[in-house]
């Protein structure tokens, strides 16, 4: 057996064949379109900043949901082949939230965050290493976002995940833990819905 083949995450399973039939660059779209589902948090029109974009299904989404009027600016190190979206091909540790809202033209309705480091499968070391980009979202959710509205992020479970869901709780009126289905059952992901922003 090759190593790629012993690597869960590599394995194709119906949300990768799903993504390839619809058009989507990652499984990972199936992630947000089940917190969509449940909490309805695009609207037509908003102004929406995707953090860890790259490879860009989150962002394709994004465009499907907020059609021709809404704004989209993506953050990764890696620039998305998308149109329809404003790219910044920088580490989110560089960007500012000035930076965010003018390209945006205004403050946002919603920040997304699926941002993970590379992993090294050292656990303890890749949840910091996460937290750390989960937290970074967090304070730029907390400059960018307009009161009233809404942030998503991925957590790798850990340590500090509850002491970081408590300060998503300062930041917004309600917050919503999920993990959709389409999560690998190896991974420790999940994410935080914040609605209501104070
Ligand atoms: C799980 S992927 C995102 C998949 C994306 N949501 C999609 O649907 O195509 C995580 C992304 O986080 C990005 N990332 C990791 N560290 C980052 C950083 N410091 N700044 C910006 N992006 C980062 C990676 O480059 C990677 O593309």
Known sequence: MSGKAKNPYAK???FTRDAKEQGFKA???FKLSEIQSSVRIFKQGQRVVDLGCFPGSWSQYVLQQIGSKGVLVGVDLHEPQLSGGTWIARSVLEVSAEEL???LGGP???LLSDMAPNTTGVVEADHYRQIELATCALELAEKVVVK???FVVKVFDGRDAQAFQEQVRKVFGTVKR???EAVRQVSREFFLVG???R
């Open 148 to 150: 009233g509205g809404s």
């Open 178 to 180: 999920y993990r959709p």
């Open 12 to 14: 194709p399973d119906r």
């Open 101 to 103: 809202i003018a390209a």
């Open 108 to 110: 946002a309705d919603l």
């Open 195 to 197: 609605l209501d922003k």
């Open 27 to 29: 499984r990972s779209v």
